[in-house]
């Protein structure tokens, strides 16, 4: 079974912190996503990479960067959180690029 | 217009009941579909996974895929509580391009 876990389930952050989400697959998938998901909106694609240290802007990268330094492992970084940042982060994974993707759990993040 | 609607719901049946969930979608590329289900506060998991037109069953669950009508069902037989939760297609074309999911529809089953 794939597993992808999300390194906290729930975050409290201060505007203007920095803030690090990790991702971790043991599936040896090439690809790696980061969404958001807040209601109403759906699923929001941040950043995905297809490679180690490759990486591709989604739909919505204004505010964050992500890093791929080894093919498991995929973080999500908030240079300086926002309150319009506090949302449902979701990390995924595929084989291919067009293939089913497996979700982590998701991490609540909350900005004040 | 989004490349994928989705009714957001949301939808409430009492239990035993027929649901039914659809998406409609603008590409006629779309090849691949698949439906997850995202209890609450949990990441989505795949439920079912369809290439092409037709049906596939699994269960109490048949996916459909009308491609001339660009419209893909869900449904659930025998509905049951613990199938609350949201459910999300996703597609592609399946030529290296990403999946594009629909936003969702809420679906609650009463006791």
């Known amino acids: 079974d794939v597993k992808v876990t999300q390194s906290s389930r729930y975050l409290v952050k201060r505007t203007g912190e920095k803030v690090f989400l990790e991702c971790v697959q043991d599936m040896d998938h090439e690809n790696m996503f980061w969404y958001r998901q807040d209601p109403g909106l759906g699923l929001r694609l941040i950043y995905f990479s297809y490679d180690v240290k490759m990486k591709e802007k989604g739909d919505i990268p204004e505010g964050y960067s992500v890093s791929r330094e080894k093919k498991e492992r995929f973080s999500l970084i908030l240079e300086s959180a926002s309150t319009n940042q506090t949302s449902m982060y979701l990390c995924?994974?595929?084989?291919?690029?067009?293939?089913?993707?497996?979700f982590g759990p998701g991490t609540r993040l909350l900005v004040l | 217009q989004k490349e994928v609607e989705q009714d957001p719901g949301p939808l409430s049946v009492p239990e035993g009941a027929i649901v039914s969930l659809n998406c409609t979608y603008s590409n006629s590329a779309f090849q691949y579909f698949m439906w997850y289900r995202q209890y609450s506060r949990k990441g989505p998991e795949l439920l079912m996974y369809t290439y092409s037109s037709g049906n596939k069953e699994d269960g109490r669950f048949t996916a459909q895929v009308d491609k001339s009508s660009k419209y893909i069902s869900l449904f659930i037989r025998d509905s049951q509580p613990s199938d609350s939760a949201t459910y999300l297609c996703a597609m592609t074309t399946g030529s290296g391009d990403k999946l594009t999911f629909g936003t969702g529809t809420r679906l609650a089953v009463r006791p």
């Open positions: 995924a994974s595929s084989l291919g690029l067009q293939e089913t993707q497996y």
